[in-house]
């Protein structure tokens, strides 16, 4: 007899990433439940995009690109199926280096800031 499935962990997966993209208003707990899976390198990155689409001066056409492109990102359906080799990706490619190309022109030192001090707050440095 085996325990809980692989079946209920992904299917646990899918609500958690289901629950971020279907919100109209940003859970921090569900975000910071998915972060926590990823990992401090991972939710750096990450932090820095949602203070850049939270921060009031960031234009209104750059949160709704980078919204557009991390959904895109994490959603499960591609315009081209990850499973093909190579191509698979490409699209991937493209919305990331879109999203790259958006942040670094309005990132802004406050920002970063902001997005420390979350990411300290959630991965605490040291015992």
């Keep these: 007899m085996s325990g ?3 079946t209920a962990s ?9 629950t971020i993209l279907d919100s109209e208003v940003i859970d921090e707990h569900v975000l910071q439940s998915l972060l926590r ?11 820095e995009a949602l203070e850049l689409i939270l921060d009031a001066s960031t234009p209104a056409p750059v949160r709704m690109t980078m919204v557009a492109a991390l959904s895109y990102l994490l959603m499960p359906a591609d ?6 080799p190579i191509a698979g990706f490409s699209d991937d490619l493209v919305a990331l280096t ?3 190309g958006i942040w670094n022109n309005h990132i802004t030192p406050e920002i970063r800031s902001r997005a420390r001090r979350r990411l300290d707050h959630w991965f605490p440095v040291g015992p």
């Design 4 to 6: 809980p499935s692989k």
């Design 98 to 100: 879109a999203l790259i």
């Design 37 to 47: 899976r990823a990992g401090r390198t991972i939710a750096a990155p990450a932090l």
């Design 79 to 84: 315009l081209i199926p990850d499973l093909i």
């Design 10 to 18: 992904t299917a646990a997966e899918a609500t958690v990433d289901a």
